[in-house]
């Protein structure tokens, strides 16, 4: 079965490359025809710099065709997934729509294969997550992953698919845990960031760490998923990475805020969104998920650093 990326930044490009490296011919659609022409002419990504695509990657702006592919890789930002499932007529029935996005969409409250589900009710949702840089990914480093798909047999042919020598897919069945585990560790990742910048210290650091597991743990129980995915690396696998490494974006925005330093407005900074609709979500649901909360406050400009760390440390004091 064909595989085609739908979106031309880092990850896409990234995962487009290891499935190149397996003999696969990979077609990427991108909306700008600048980025198709650096992709097929120049044979560079400008999401991913200094790294040379293969001649087995081609792309496209013409996305009713690349979506014919039986496999579908949509990565995309989270919020505009969407607007790209909906730019497509086809219903897509029988095809397997990989999400490789992170996050809540805010119009929907729920995760990408849900907004899959939404978009496309005929086709068969997946997402493919956990602790991974794209350009670790580029570079052929070894890396692993989850797999999440409902349909048992359609996860366990993607695990055969995309799996490659370098990239170790594991498989589960539980969709809503390892996109929650995903969605919810850059929002903790923000906090972390924010808590570094201003100079808290690395003990503060694993507190947000470990409190912050703390909801993402709580958040997903209410949601039926289960507790091994959020332990796994869809969870704490990509938390660790991602609030202890200054490559990742949501870390090194939370940095910015906890330093008063400006960010690059151009860059994909999933938490920011991701902590206000899970806070959404949390009043809905009737849970609590104070460092989110405080990440949705910060990260909107109603809140400083200090206050929310204030407010943090003087919450009732409770059982673990
Ligand atoms: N970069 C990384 O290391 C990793 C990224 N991810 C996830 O992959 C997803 C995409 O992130 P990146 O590739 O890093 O972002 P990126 O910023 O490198 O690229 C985003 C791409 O999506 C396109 N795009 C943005 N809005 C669009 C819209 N409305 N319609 C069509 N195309 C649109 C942009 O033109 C760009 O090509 C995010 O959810 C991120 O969390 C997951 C794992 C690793
Ligand atoms: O999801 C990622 C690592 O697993 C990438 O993190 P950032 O989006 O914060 O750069």
């Known amino acids: 079965m ?10 896409g490009t990234a995962l487009a490359l290891s499935l190149a490296r397996e003999g696969h011919e990979i077609c990427i659609w991108a909306r700008d025809a600048a980025t198709v022409d650096a992709i097929n ?3 560079r990504a400008p999401r991913l ?26 990565a995309v930002p989270m919020q505009s997934l969407h607007a790209v499932l909906t730019r497509i007529e086809s219903p897509l029935a029988g095809q397997r729509l990989v999400a490789c996005c992170k996050g809540v969409d805010l119009q929907e409250l729920t995760g990408p294969t849900g907004v899959i589900a939404h978009a496309k009710p005929q086709a068969i949702p997946a997402i493919l997550t956990g602790p991974s840089f794209a350009d670790d990914i580029a570079r052929n480093l070894p890396t692993a992953l989850t797999l999440a798909c409902r349909d048992e047999a359609a996860g366990t042919a ?21 996109e929650l585990g995903g969605a919810l560790k850059n929002v903790i990742a923000i906090a972390c960031g924010a808590c570094i910048g201003e100079g808290l210290g690395d003990s503060a650091r694993a507190a947000l760490m470990t409190r912050g597991f703390a909801e993402m743990t709580r958040l997903a129980a209410k949601l039926g998923a289960r507790p091994e995915t ?41 938490g920011v969104k991701t902590a206000e609709a899970v806070s959404r979500l949390a009043a809905k649901l ?4 104070p460092i989110c909360a405080m990440v949705h406050e910060v990260g909107g400009g109603g809140t400083s650093v200090s206050e929310a760390i204030t407010y943090l440390l003087n919450r009732p004091l409770k059982e673990e």
Not at 234 to 261: I, P, V
Not at 286 to 289: K, S, T, V, Y
């Open 2 to 11: 064909s595989i085609a990326v739908l979106g031309a930044g880092a990850f």
């Open 41 to 43: 002419s120049d044979r």
């Open 49 to 74: 710099p200094g790294i040379p695509l293969p001649e087995a990657i081609s792309a496209s702006t013409d996305i009713a065709t690349v979506a014919r592919a039986g496999t579908l890789l949509l």
């Open 158 to 178: 993607l695990q055969q698919q995309l799996s490659t020598g370098a990239l170790r897919l594991y498989r589960t069945t539980d969709t809503s845990g390892a």
């Open 230 to 270: 959020l332990a796994g690396l869809s969870g704490l696998g990509d938390l660790a990475l991602t609030c202890t490494s200054e490559l990742s974006r949501n870390y090194r925005f939370g940095l910015s805020l906890g330093k008063h330093e400006r960010f690059d407005p151009s860059l994909t900074v999933e």
């Open 286 to 289: 009737g849970i609590e998920l």
